[in-house]
């Protein structure tokens, strides 16, 4: 069935945009290939942990990071306003700009700890690989994840709306989308729970891991993202309390 003019433009900005919105995915290959690489190599070579030992290393990251993640507290507002003020260096800067801009310096101290923990309990220096992977990948970062998704979505609109104009753009689409999933082992069956998600049992089964050491991993790869959650969660409720406060 023929199309109309104004959906053929449609089609055309459909299958125009295609490579661009796929570039992003596409610069981070070698940034992930390399995490991925360095994640194979310790999975094959891991002595693992006692669940003790795990459950122990994961509330001591949890307090060492208490330390350094600011209270989302209207007190803790007034005296960063006076802190500001008083500190040549940082005078003029606007405390919304002061607070997102210590989320990298807090990112970087949990990366100190993950070393520190991770030197007698390995799974934590997994944990900071893979957790690097899923900030390259998610919402943290450019959602790479969802940005691969959105592409299925075009390529499916193409394919069901555009009247069967453009089969050559469709195959190469469809090939290129396809080698970006697999570049980056994200997981592309719409149908799987794991969908637009890094594969890492993929890697497990690679190395051989049980059952017990896959949750371990797991468990420490959570723990990790949780504190970046935490990070950007704690620090986007204090920026709500000083415009509620400050700023009406």
């Known amino acids: 069935m023929a199309i109309l003019p104004v959906e053929r433009s449609m089609c055309n900005k459909m299958v125009y945009d295609f490579d661009g919105l796929l570039a992003p995915a596409r610069a981070a290959k070698g940034a992930v290939r390399n995490k991925k690489n360095e994640i194979q190599s310790q999975l094959n070579v891991l002595t693992s942990s006692s669940q003790s030992a795990i459950n122990s290393a994961v509330s001591s990251l949890t307090s060492q990071m208490d330390d350094?993640?600011?209270?989302?507290?209207?007190?803790?507002?007034?005296?960063?306003?006076?802190?500001?003020?008083?500190?040549?260096?940082?005078?003029?800067?606007?405390?919304?700009?002061?607070?997102?801009?210590?989320?990298?310096?807090?990112?970087?101290?949990?990366?100190?700890?993950?070393?520190?923990?991770?030197?007698?309990?390995?799974?934590?220096?997994?944990?900071k690989l893979a957790s690097a992977i899923n900030d390259l990948l998610g919402a943290r970062g450019p959602n790479i994840s969802d940005l691969l998704k959105n592409l299925d979505k075009l390529i499916n609109c193409v394919e069901l709306y555009c009247g069967g104009e453009y089969p050559s753009q469709l195959s190469s689409m469809t090939t290129?989308?396809?080698?970006?999933?697999?570049d980056l082992n994200i997981t592309s069956d719409p149908l799987d729970t794991?969908?637009?998600?890094?594969d890492f049992n993929s890697l497990y089964s690679t190395a051989g891991l049980d059952v017990t050491q896959i949750g371990q991993v797991n468990q420490v790869i959570s723990s990790v993202d949780g504190e970046k959650d935490r990070t950007r969660s704690t620090i986007n409720s204090a920026i709500d309390i000083y415009k509620e406060n400050f700023l009406t």
Request: aromatic fraction near 12%; charged fraction near 20%; proline fraction near 4%.
């Open 68 to 127: 350094i993640i600011p209270t989302a507290t209207l007190s803790d507002m007034r005296e960063l306003e006076r802190f500001i003020e008083q500190c040549e260096y940082l005078s003029g800067l606007s405390p919304i700009a002061a607070m997102l801009g210590a989320i990298d310096s807090i990112y970087s101290k949990l990366d100190d700890f993950l070393d520190n923990i991770g030197a007698s309990v390995p799974e934590f220096n997994l944990g």
């Open 176 to 182: 290129a989308l396809g080698q970006t999933y697999t």
């Open 194 to 198: 794991n969908y637009g998600l890094f």
